[in-house]
């Protein structure tokens, strides 16, 4: 298996939303942005999957030494050997995947975030960054495309938050602000038990509105000349801001004990709708 195929797969089993939004890319872009993928997915299943925190925080020094293997031309792993031309060609910067990691020892460190200003930092790590390194990827003119890249990357993260409410508090994990759950009247047990009310209704409700206006302000701020080589992104925010929208429609309150998503043929036509737009 080649290390292009490894990445494939990889992005492939996932499932993911942005999967979708690969397909309509030339090859090497598409190889490109699978390599990045694969590598986020490699670095998260660590802090999601891997019980025992020694042996978590172990292989992300592994993976924090082989960022610096690809860097220095000798990458040993499947993703980092896809990854070694795009970072080559594309100039991408190495503190952005060490960026990744960091955000990904932020969860092996804690598992509640006080306010939106320790969240914004995870969300920093593990999102926007990766929007810099895509930005990159597809290609740009403009710098302010980066700032477009910043803020997509935090609305999609808090969009997955409040999809992932439920599953991260059977995790025993809490990404919304305490200090905005107790001003909403909503405590640690209620959101970890997965109590309805209409206080948690309203939390609810106000974390899907602020990723609302990370949507609105990115895409207000994609200069024109840079919306067809960002295509791939905009595909992602039509997904994503779909999702988002279907969590909101009936009961927000479904994603204390369920996940909402959205049908693989619905993601197949958004993307083909959006590419023929932009």
């Known amino acids: 298996m080649s290390?292009?195929?490894?990445?494939?797969?990889?992005a492939a089993a996932s499932g993911s939303s942005f999967y979708y939004s690969f397909l309509f890319l030339p090859k090497p872009k598409r190889e490109a942005i699978t390599a990045l993928y694969a590598f986020c997915r490699e670095v998260d299943d660590i802090a999601d999957e891997?019980?025992?925190i020694n042996v978590a925080q172990t292989k992300l020094n592994w993976w924090r030494e082989?960022?610096?293997?690809?860097?220095?031309?000798?990458p040993q792993h499947p993703v980092t050997q896809a990854l070694q031309t795009p970072?080559?060609?594309l100039n991408l910067k190495q503190q952005h995947f060490l960026d990744i990691i960091d955000g990904m020892q932020m969860d092996l460190e804690q598992n509640r975030y006080r306010d939106f200003a320790e969240l914004e930092l995870y969300c920093y790590r593990v999102a926007s960054v990766v929007g810099l390194l895509s930005a990159s990827i597809f290609g740009y003119t403009n710098?302010?495309?980066l700032q477009y890249?910043?803020?997509l990357g935090m609305a999609f993260q808090l969009t997955n938050i409040t999809r992932d409410v439920g599953e991260?508090?059977?995790r025993g994990r809490i990404y919304l602000p305490l200090d905005e759950a107790a001003r909403f009247g909503v405590s640690e047990q209620d959101i970890l038990q997965g109590k309805p009310s209409d206080n948690m209704r309203q939390l609810l409700e106000f974390q899907a509105e602020r990723a609302e206006r990370y949507y609105d302000k990115a895409l207000a701020e994609l200069p024109p000349e840079d919306r067809k080589p960002q295509r791939t992104g905009?595909?992602?925010?039509a997904i994503y801001r779909t999702l988002l929208k279907e969590i909101k429609s009936d009961d927000i309150q479904v994603v204390l004990n369920a996940r909402v998503s959205l049908t693989p043929i619905r993601k197949l036509w958004l993307a083909w709708l959006t590419w023929v737009r932009n």
């Not at 290390?3 to 990889?10: A, F, H």
């Not at 082989?66 to 000798?74: D, P, Q, V």
């Not at 905009?234 to 925010?237: A, G, P, V």
């Open 87 to 89: 970072v080559s060609v």
């Open 50 to 52: 891997v019980q025992d």
């Open 143 to 145: 710098p302010q495309t």
């Open 234 to 237: 905009l595909i992602m925010s």
């Open 168 to 170: 991260d508090a059977r």
């Open 149 to 151: 890249a910043l803020d």
């Open 66 to 74: 082989e960022i610096i293997n690809l860097y220095a031309g000798e």
């Open 3 to 10: 290390p292009q195929e490894y990445c494939q797969k990889k």
